[in-house]
């Protein structure tokens, strides 16, 4: 009774691992494609597998079908534009820094990938959706633990967290999906007006003047 070597063992173990991992990626790399130039309404697995190469059995031993395709994708582009957004944010030494820093890293972190931002342009309607999605709500989550740690360290004032982070997090979503029905839109207008309409609102908390202004949880 032969066996396999002890030495061969990893390394084939190693090479079906990474035979799995260049299949997944490949069938991820086609969705982006297929869903960017079709839709999602008009796309099919069949579109996907054929730009892959793979068997149309092999598809099937990653993803169910092709909407699993899409939510990957999009949680995988959502994973980094939180971490750049969280690292801006917590580079802030101003409010305006804190707002416009993160809308600036993440808009300029979309333009850079230009087929993923074809595949949200076209794809609009399916990603409002996805709203609900854990990586939108882990975002919430996230910058609402920024805004309590900017208050702690003092570079903004004292407010709602809870309500904060649905505002600034809803008018970026609002924004963005504007931004997206533009040929060219203006990045750099749009983080601007943002930084100053949130930054403008953490200095009046800051900075109440005779009236005050009183938030829920905040003080006045």
Do not use: C
Request: hydrophobic letters at 45%.
């Amino acid at each position: 009774m032969s066996s396999v070597p002890a030495a061969e063992a990893p390394a084939n173990g190693g090479k079906r691992e990474a035979t799995k991992a260049a299949n997944r990626a490949a069938i991820l790399a086609a969705g982006r494609e297929v869903f960017a130039e079709l839709g999602f309404g008009a796309a099919s697995v069949r579109d996907i597998i054929r730009r892959t190469g793979l068997a149309s059995g092999t598809f099937y031993n990653y993803f169910p079908d092709k909407e699993s395709v899409l939510r990957e994708i999009v949680e995988d582009f959502a994973v980094q534009a939180r971490a750049r957004v969280q690292a801006a944010r917590r580079e802030a030494t101003t409010p305006e820094e804190f707002v416009a820093g993160a809308y600036g890293a993440y808009f300029g972190f979309l333009a850079e990938d230009p087929l993923m931002l074809e595949l949200l342009r076209r794809n609009g309607g399916t990603m409002r959706a996805m709203f609900d999605e854990p990586s939108v709500g882990a975002g919430t989550l996230e910058l609402r633990e920024d805004l309590e740690a900017a208050v702690a360290r003092g570079v903004l004032a004292p407010h709602d967290t809870r309500l904060m982070a649905a505002a600034i997090m809803g008018a970026g979503l609002e924004v963005g999906f504007l931004m997206l029905d533009e040929e060219r839109p203006d990045v750099k207008a749009a983080v601007q007006l943002l930084g100053t309409l949130f930054g403008g609102g953490f200095e009046r908390l800051q900075h109440p003047g005779p009236g005050g202004v009183r938030t829920p949880g905040g003080g006045a």
